[in-house]
């Protein structure tokens, strides 16, 4: 098997939940970028026998101590809730750090056989790192196929292996959108951009008659954004096969043709690339520098905290579309529960990973205490969570706008073993391609060429 060897960089929205908290809004975000496992064709052929109803009994009714792994800001309550349905479990949550920090203390503990949690919260994007290493539970045998029909279609996608593994429970997610100045538009005479070249036209417009504005920020520190707008663009960048073989597909012609758009706006300096979740970032929203953010579902609640001056000011609506009678979009953020395969109590923490985002309780608290957006499909049509109208968006029901998204989000999306990797080079090839002003498309030509080499580097066959 591929050896892998963790990079140092992670992707910035990993620092959004003490980023919300700075920025005062009540709530925490999911940590970054989008993720899965995909159809990556890892862990047993066929799943194992399903453990019993009275073993599961058994099992929940006699005193043990789980120990989560989350990053969770007052995940208390939600916990309580499981606790209360099963008084003999109790589960130790531990804060081991976000995003990256919290890997490498995990991959530290998996790989000293001591130490490792029972379950633990994982993005999307980084199951198939721990995938590769045999490190989940599948957890077919304790019930969660069962789970699928409750999850939005392209969630279930993510947390599942080509043999139809269950290596993770969705908790929240981050379909993309677009969030606009309606105060800008008017003033400049622009219509909400249903297509890509609709958008290109009103960024020349806008900067034309305002250089001071910019219809966009495309941050060239931002690879999780990035990947959000390939899947949009029905890109299939990276797969899996077995534990030897991957697929690299960083520059092939969707991509190429993502990568032409914004290289192109950005060379005529009609975009920005302005470094994003830094103090003139923030500044900018709040002195309109930027008429729009391409975000995801989060983004609504972190901007309404981030930019108090502009309330009343902004709406909601889908991406642009390079094909409007086929809408789609792509997904930037969420995560998960898994189990570790390490642990001693399967059973306990397979049934506390299902219980904790499946419950509807315990899925409405997420969404209404950590204003995480859902992942079930209950609370997506829930009036009450959708309906709420919002006056920094003008009274707009902004819950619905995303919620109307998410089922545009493609399915078939996957991510590599070794993210971190991928998510470095970007930024010193993509990212750097669009903060200096040159040819992005030639710089995918660069990221594929590092991304592959590592790959070979690491022991895996590499495909294209």
Known sequence: MPRITPGSNQLNRRNFLAIAGAASIGAALAACGSSGSGSGKTGSAAAAQPVSQADIDKAMSTPTTITFWSWV???????????????????????????????TKLRTALQAGTGAPDAVQIEYQYIPTFTITDSLLDLRPYGASALRSKFVDWTWGQVSGGNGEVWAIPQDTGPMGMLYRQDIFDK??????????????????????????????????????????????????????????????????????????????????????????????????????????????????????????????????????????????????????????????????????????????????????????????????????????????????????FADIGPTVATAFQWPPFLDQVVTDWTETVGKSLADRTDTVAALAQWQSRVTSYAKGQGFTVQS
């Open 188 to 401: 400049h005479g622009i219509a909400v951009p249903k297509t890509w070249d609709e958008f290109a036209a009103a960024a020349r417009k806008l900067h034309a008659a305002d250089p001071s504005v910019y219809l966009t920020n495309m941050s060239a520190n931002e690879p999780a954004a990035w990947h959000g707008l390939m899947w949009q663009a029905g890109a299939k960048p990276y797969a899996t096969s077995g534990k030897s073989t991957v697929t690299v597909n960083l520059d092939d012609a969707v991509s190429q043709k993502v990568g032409a758009y914004w290289g192109g706006l950005a060379k005529e300096g009609v975009v920005s690339s302005d470094p994003d979740f830094t103090d003139a970032w923030y500044a900018g929203f709040n002195s309109g520098r930027y008429a729009t953010w391409l975000t995801a579902a989060w983004g609504p609640v972190f901007l309404s905290g981030s930019a108090a001056s502009t309330t009343g000011k902004w709406r909601a609506a889908p991406l642009p579309q390079w094909d409007a009678s086929a809408p789609s979009s792509g997904n930037w953020g969420g995560s998960t529960t898994a189990v570790t395969k390490s642990t001693k109590n399967p059973i306990a923490a397979a049934m506390f990973a299902q219980f904790l985002n499946s419950d509807p309780d315990s899925a409405k608290l997420f969404a209404t205490k950590q204003s995480f957006f859902p992942a079930t499909k209950a609370l997506l049509a829930d009036p009450g969570f959708a309906g709420q109208a919002s006056a920094f968006y003008g009274g707009q029901q902004v819950n619905q706008v």
């Open 73 to 103: 800001p007052d995940i208390s309550q939600e916990v309580a809730l499981f606790q209360k349905k099963y008084p003999a479990i109790k589960v130790n949550v531990v804060n081991a750090g976000q995003g990256a920090a919290q890997y």
